[in-house]
């Protein structure tokens, strides 16, 4: 094999591995916030919650992110990267919804993003499309059953 064919195959081999693992594979399961059921894919991993919803899109008013933590902590988002303009509510580790936030996508040129921390320590973040907590009658107190 000349030097040209090995630059040539190790290019291939770049360009399948970066479609092969470009978007990591969420789990998707159904949850409930009140009495609505939800589609969602889950971020329970640092990878899946470090990649969230970047990139997306779209996202139908069915549809969600989970992130689920190991304890509760101040959680701090951002929109980096993020196409959509999203709502994120806030539960504690009892499941109970304590913080509804809208959030605008950064700009791509944006050095230090705009962060949108939780009010007092979360165990888990949903996010949905902005306003969907409003549209649904979702209110604060509700309880996620995952």
């Known amino acids: 094999m000349t030097a040209f064919s090995k630059k040539i195959s190790f290019l291939f081999l770049a360009l399948f591995l970066s479609f092969a693992w470009g978007d990591p594979n969420f789990k998707k399961t159904s949850i409930e916030v ?3 059921k939800l589609q969602v894919e889950v971020a329970d991993t640092e990878e899946l919650r470090e990649h969230g ?3 997306r899109k779209s ?3 069915s549809e969600g992110m989970v ?5 509760p902590q101040i959680l701090r988002f951002w929109m980096k990267d993020t196409l959509i303009p999203l709502s994120i509510g806030y539960f504690d580790k009892d499941g109970s919804l304590f913080q509804i936030t809208d959030m605008e996508p950064a700009s791509p040129i944006e050095i230090n993003p705009k962060i949108y921390p939780s009010e007092k320590l979360a165990k888990y973040a949903l996010e949905v499309p902005k306003g ?3 549209r649904k009658s979702i209110s ?3 309880k996620l059953k995952l």
Do not use: A, E, V
């Open 59 to 61: 996202l139908r008013d």
């Open 140 to 142: 604060l107190g509700s």
């Open 132 to 134: 969907w907590f409003k």
């Open 53 to 55: 919803l970047m990139g």
């Open 67 to 71: 992130f689920i933590f190991s304890y």
């Open 34 to 36: 009140g009495r609505l």
